[in-house]
């Protein structure tokens, strides 16, 4: 893995998705999928924290997160008070509320895109390549 | 002559006081009302008084003593008036005596020395008649004070003619003084017309005097009543009260409207306070309310006086009829200790208003109704909209719940689908596989806990009450969760007291589960649970504690909503947010209810109270068992030995199988009396192992009884169990059925045996006890008859060869007679020829069948299975 390869941050409270989205992302055919560098948090403190101590691309975000709703980590990072003078990552919210509602919600917040639980291992590796891409 | 014009001004003043103390007088007379006689006297003086003026012109000089009594009655007035005034208001008995005092002193000596005109004397007088009659005047100033309407006008016009009347009589007095009669007769006479005026103002107001006063006193009336502050229609016939209350001046009002069986009752009272009145209903009113005069209230009938006279202690009572349109009359009680001088007059017209105050109550009541309509309606729309935002709010909720482990199912599924194929079959990693059942699990739980929720909201949930032992139910479920309770090394304190609830034991089951593994899952590791039973009344109550994380005060509330998980958000994915709201709703579902005692960080306590149940003692007694066998077929070690404890207390001998194989082949050994049997079991299930059963003959008969958490009666019983408890199981009922089913068995077959050869005979008894037969061995045949007829047998079992035994002989004299002819025989022969002629030369259907000689017990291994004389018979017809 080089310095070069993307790197994703998993914003993910539930063990079982955070092993889920990796094993995906692992066995993506497309490359810069699979060589990406997945790091993850269980929190919104430690996503902050992961943000400000390197660059990241891509964030995937749950919303029902302990400490908060992932949508404030969004809002900070669209304001630029989370990662500052960092590369600003693309934001892509993945969760199960899927009702008309929260997606406005994630809108407002400065998401990129969102992606509905439960979703389809090709899915999920579409959405990454797609803001891998954007880079 | 000296009568001119003039005249007619003490005329006048004559014929008015005259009118007045005739008027009063003979109310006095009519009814001894001593108000009456103090007014009346008040009057006396001045009539004769001026009735001396009037004869003076004439040259008519009445005798001396005359007018020494007449100058005595006159000064007397102003002591009388302090006294009317005492009768109208509280005046203190020393300023009665000191009137009296000041009234003999200054008058005594004009009278004694009459004629001798001395002008200090007058002086004296006049001085002492005016300093009483301010007194009187400031008196009656008070009480009209206290007064409104016309009541007010009148005492104030007493008040102001007292005055004049003062100052008439010092005109006199300076007239007896200076001498010159000519210079004062002229105030003096127009003084003593404008008094009498004054007094009939007073106390004998005209018609069209009264008709103003009454006008003013209706609108003031009115008005109040309008302008007061009134939300319903007690309150508007309270305001009436209080209002005719100030406006008669009396002590107490009470208003009494019908109510609908007739009697007239209390809706309003106004006054020093009694007791409650309100169930109160009168009907012997009408005579008083005729009379419309004021009556003591002793005489006003025994409800009144019972219910308003030892309270208030008021001497007179007044009803007033109140008509209240369209066509109610109700009535006005009106209590006065002493007789309201100037309060007649308005009565009628305050009963009136009261009719006004009744439209008024009437529309207030249709106001207020309107009011609480719209109020209820707009409830219901809050509610109705609270409603709608709460079924979004749990849709939302329920897809977002429903999602999370479905995307555990898919995402992983659609990992393994990508894995390189071999064969039919893929490698995949063997966590995927756990990660899709432990989801699939999750997801399961949470569509039956919404189910359940959902039958409960709609009303359909279906409890099965029955009496049910709580203290054994819930260590049954202790015993299932203990291997929980040992991963979290978690000790259970148990204080479970007898107690019988009337409960469905699955929801029972449900709802303790529910509360202990919340208790476990909150409680961190090596902590302490305390598991409670306990009789409350008519109650029983079921505590589970735990010392775990607790729960703030204001999360109490929100535990028990859908989807609500309150404290640490790591949890959140513990359960489904649904088991507390769902324990809830099946707690009141038996008519009971789960409160919640925590503390944060001291743990929780969540206790359960249902309705107990009448304990019915089991007809069989523990020890119905009698040794009978049962074979309990149970994988769970301590089920298993929770149950076998429990029969094996009542009596019965209780052998345990573990898996269903095991069950079969101990039943198939041995049948016992009973078999109770679990369905989930390793390998072969419950309703396998009955299937199997039921399809072997030999152990069709034996009775099965179902003992399990999965609640599938209708399988089971369809199975042809013969009942189907769901754990936990209710002891006494279990063992009620068993007991009976035992007892209906039929008896042992009784079988007779008759064979010369001990060994044989033994080797055939033997073998037949094993299988459960009640056996009679004999070893000749006339013995064996005599045993046949001696006692009913199943079956025989006969040497047909031996001839000590003479097999034939015997059959044919069984076949005599009628209680042994149909009793079915096995013949037993060394070769099958002789055999089959047996059978035909006893072609009366008796010989059941034959078999090879040298039976040994393992030949007779058919017979093992012989229940009863059905199964030879149908042997018999083939």
């Known amino acids: 893995m080089t310095a070069d390869n993307p790197r994703i941050l998993l914003v993910e409270d539930e063990e079982l998705n955070r092993t889920l989205v990796k094993a995906v992302l692992a066995r993506a055919a497309i490359a810069a999928v699979r060589d990406a560098e997945v790091l993850d948090a ?46 600003k990552p693309s934001v892509v919210a993945v969760t199960a509320s899927v009702l008309p509602q929260d997606r406005a919600a994630a809108i407002e917040a400065g998401c990129d895109g969102f992606l509905d639980k439960p979703y389809a291992a090709a899915d999920l590796v579409a959405v990454v390549a797609e803001h891998l891409s954007k880079r | 002559m000296r009568v001119g014009l003039s005249y007619l001004v003490p005329i006048a003043a004559e014929c008015m006081f005259a009118a007045l103390f005739l008027r009063a007088g003979l109310g006095y007379l009519r009814r001894r009302d001593p108000l009456q006689r103090d007014v009346t006297l008040i009057f006396l003086p001045c009539t004769l008084w001026f009735a001396v003026i009037l004869l003076q012109p004439l040259d008519i000089v009445p005798p001396l003593w005359v007018t020494s009594i007449t100058l005595a009655v006159l000064f007397a007035q102003s002591y009388l008036t302090v006294r009317l005034a005492a009768r109208l208001r509280a005046v203190p008995r020393w300023m009665n005596w000191a009137a009296l005092a000041v009234f003999v002193g200054t008058a005594a000596p004009i009278v004694a020395v009459s004629g001798a005109v001395v002008y200090w004397r007058w002086t004296l007088a006049s001085a002492g008649f005016v300093l009483i009659e301010v007194a009187a005047a400031w008196l009656l100033f008070g009480k009209a004070r206290t007064r409104t309407g016309a009541n007010r006008a009148r005492l104030t016009a007493a008040a102001a003619t007292t005055l004049l009347f003062a100052a008439m009589i010092s005109l006199l007095g300076a007239t007896a003084i ?44 009115s008005e109040r009543m309008l302008r007061a502050q009134v939300d319903s229609a007690e309150e508007v016939w309270q305001t009436y009260a209080d209002i005719m209350r100030v406006q008669t001046g009396a002590d107490a009002v009470a208003v009494l409207m019908p109510r609908s069986d007739g009697l007239l009752a209390p809706i309003a009272y106004a006054g020093p306070s009694i007791r409650t009145p309100e169930e109160l209903g009168f009907d012997d009113l009408t005579q008083l309310i005729r009379a419309g005069q004021p009556a003591r209230l002793r005489e006003g009938g025994d409800a009144l006086v019972e219910h308003y006279g030892d309270d208030l202690g008021d001497d007179f009572v007044t009803l007033l009829s109140m008509p209240v349109p369209p066509d109610a ?41 309107q009011r609480r309509l719209a109020n ?26 429903l999602r999370t482990p479905l995307n555990a199912i898919i995402g992983f599924s659609d990992l393994m689908r990508q894995e390189e194929p071999d ?20 997801l399961l739980g949470l569509i039956n806990d919404i189910l359940d929720l959902a039958k409960v ?6 409890l099965r009450l029955a009496p049910l032992r709580i203290d054994t139910a819930v260590q049954e479920l202790l015993t299932g969760l203990s291997p929980l309770l040992i991963t979290k090394s978690l000790t259970v304190v148990t204080e479970l007291s007898p107690a019988t609830a009337s409960a469905d034991r699955v929801r029972f089951r449900q709802i303790v589960e529910n509360l202990l593994s919340n208790a476990i899952k909150f409680t961190p590791e090596g902590g302490q649970l305390t598991v409670s039973t306990v009789r409350d009344g008519e109650n029983v109550i079921v505590t589970v504690a735990d010392d775990g994380v607790g729960i703030a005060a204001e999360d109490q509330e929100r535990v028990f909503e859908e989807f609500q ?25 038996h008519g009971g209810e789960i409160s919640l005692r925590s503390e944060l960080g001291y743990g929780s306590a969540f206790s359960v109270r249902l309705p107990g149940a009448v304990v019915v003692q089991s007809l069989t007694s523990t020890s119905s068992g009698e040794g009978a066998r049962v074979l309990l077929v149970e994988d769970d070690p301590q089920s298993a030995e929770l149950l076998q404890t429990q029969l094996e207390h009542a009596g019965y001998q209780v052998d345990v199988a573990g898996t269903g194989e095991a069950g079969l082949t101990a039943a198939g050994a041995r049948p016992p009396d009973a078999i109770v049997l679990d369905v989930a079991l390793p390998g072969i299930d419950g309703f396998e192992v009955i299937r199997r059963l039921k399809a072997d003959r030999r152990l069709a008969d034996i009775p099965v009884f179902f003992a399990t958490i999965i609640d599938e009666r209708q399988a089971g019983l369809a199975l042809g169990a013969r009942d189907y408890f769901v754990k936990p199981v209710d002891q006494a009922a279990l063992l009620g059925a068993l007991a009976r089913s035992v007892a209906a068995r039929p008896a042992a077959p009784r079988v007779l045996v008759v064979d010369h050869d001990d060994t044989i005979r033994q080797a055939i008894e033997d073998g037949l006890r094993a299988g459960g037969a009640d056996v009679v061995a004999v070893a000749d045949g006339h013995d064996g008859l005599a045993m046949s007829r001696e006692s009913q047998f199943d079956l025989i079992v006969c040497d047909m060869q031996s001839p000590a035994v003479d097999g034939f002989s015997m059959l044919a004299a069984m076949e005599q007679e009628p209680s042994t002819r149909r009793t079915p025989v096995l013949g037993l022969a060394s070769t099958a020829g002789e055999a089959s002629l047996v059978a035909t030369a006893m072609a009366g259907g008796i010989v059941a069948d034959a078999m090879a000689g040298g039976a040994g017990s393992e030949k007779l291994a058919p017979l093992l299975g012989v229940r009863g004389a059905e199964d030879v018979d149908e042997k018999e017809s083939p």
Not at chain 1, 57 to 75: H, Y
């Open chain 1, 42 to 87: 269980s929190s919104l403190g430690a996503a902050r924290t992961q943000l400000s101590s390197q660059d990241v691309d891509l964030v995937l975000l749950d919303m029902n997160l302990p400490d908060g709703n992932g949508l404030s980590l969004a809002s900070e990072l669209a304001a630029g008070k989370v990662g500052a003078g960092r590369r």
């Open chain 2, 178 to 221: 200076i001498q010159k009669e000519d210079q004062f007769l002229a105030p003096y006479r127009a003084l003593g017309l404008i008094c009498s005026i004054g007094y009939l103002i007073a106390f004998a107001p005209p018609r069209w005097l009264r008709r103003a006063f009454s006008a003013t006193t209706a609108q003031s009336v």
């Open chain 2, 329 to 369: 009359e109700g009535a006005v009680l009106l209590f006065n200790r002493h007789r309201s001088l100037f309060s007649d007059d308005d009565l009628r017209l305050f009963a009136l208003l009261g009719g006004q105050a009744g439209i008024l109550a009437e529309r207030m009541s249709v106001v207020t109704a």
């Open chain 2, 376 to 401: 209820e309606l707009s409830s219901s729309v809050e509610a109705l909209t609270r409603a709608s935002q709460a079924k979004s709010a749990f849709l939302a909720n329920m897809s977002h719940e």
């Open chain 2, 423 to 442: 064969g039919d079959r893929r490698l995949v990693p063997a966590d995927w596989v756990e990660h899709i059942h432990t989801s699939g699990r999750h």
């Open chain 2, 457 to 462: 909201e709609a009303g359909r949930l279906e």
């Open chain 2, 565 to 589: 998980q309150v404290g640490d958000p790591d949890r959140q994915r513990a359960g489904t947010g649904l088991g507390l709201a769902l324990t809830k709703r099946l707690v009141e579902a």
